[in-house]
């Protein structure tokens, strides 16, 4: 079976820094994107980034570019969310997907099939 775990989340100052994990398994897309996406109160879930597993190519809001970074070890099959210089604005729910469907744009919700049960990033000022 299919299954995502999320970890990592946790309280930081602004302009701090955190690295979300999220762990699959009994998944075997040989081209399969991965993706993190974030929710907070009262607000529709938002994509923050994507990585193809197989050629790594990326894929960013642009309210994050420059300060997160998603990478992967496909040999733990984990991605990684490096999240530096963190904003209160980043506070939300954080959650990890897989199995890019293929449709437009990348960064969308609905565009993928499997979901994590979320890890909670807070930032105070």
């Known amino acids: 079976q299919k299954q995502l775990v999320e970890s990592g989340g946790g309280s930081v100052q602004a302009g701090g820094s955190l690295r979300l994990s999220c762990v699959a398994s009994?998944?075997?897309?040989?081209?399969?994107?991965m993706a993190w996406f974030r929710q907070a109160p009262g607000k529709e879930r938002e994509g923050v980034a994507a990585i193809s597993r197989r050629y790594g190519s990326t894929y960013y809001a642009d309210s994050v570019k420059g300060r997160f970074t998603i990478s992967q070890d496909n040999a733990e099959n984990t991605v990684y969310l490096q999240m530096n210089s963190l904003k209160p604005e980043d506070t939300a729910m954080y959650y990890c997907a897989s199995d890019w469907t293929g449709m437009y744009p990348v960064l969308f919700q609905r565009n993928y099939k499997y979901w994590g049960q979320g890890t909670q990033v807070t930032v105070s000022s």
């Open positions: 009994g998944f075997a897309y040989s081209n399969n994107y």
